[in-house]
Nanobody, 120 residues
Framework: QVPLVESGGGLVQTGGSLTLSCAASGRIFSRYTMAWLRQAPGKEREFVAAIRRSGGNPFYATPVKGRFTISGEDAENTVYLQMNDLKPEDTAVYYC?????????????WGQGTQVTVSS
């Protein structure tokens, strides 16, 4: 079983919205911090958002604060990334990842990635 499977990427105009989904196995979803990262062409992969299974407020990278929302659906073992007011600089491959560490630097599981393209 593939541990993490993303979906929902696509092409959208500036100012538009997209919702990404990450389906996880129950074992991972119930025990791991779930995160979204992205990698734009020619750039390093960067943290976008994360949500801890232990609760508390989600974490967001500064460029996406106020525009992106990460959430989890327990019944579906799925993590979502709602992206609003998209900008061309949001264009990247978006990855779902899971970690048992407190930091958002190293991850134990990765999804295959889904392309998000924002046209100007």
């Amino acid at each position: 079983q593939v541990p993490l499977v993303e979906s929902g990427g696509g092409l959208v105009q500036t100012g538009g919205s997209l919702t990404l989904s990450c389906a996880a196995s129950g074992r991972i979803f119930s025990r791991y911090t779930m995160a979204w990262l992205r990698q734009a062409p020619g750039k390093e992969r960067e943290f976008v958002a994360a949500i801890r299974r232990s609760g508390g407020n989600p974490f967001y990278a500064t460029p996406v604060k106020g525009r992106f929302t990460i959430s989890g659906e327990d019944a579906e073992n799925t993590v979502y990334l709602q992206m609003n007011d998209l900008k061309p600089e949001d264009t990247a491959v978006y990855y779902c990842a899971a970690t048992r560490r407190d930091s958002f630097v190293e991850y134990d599981y990765w999804g295959q990635g889904t392309q998000v393209t924002v046209s100007s």
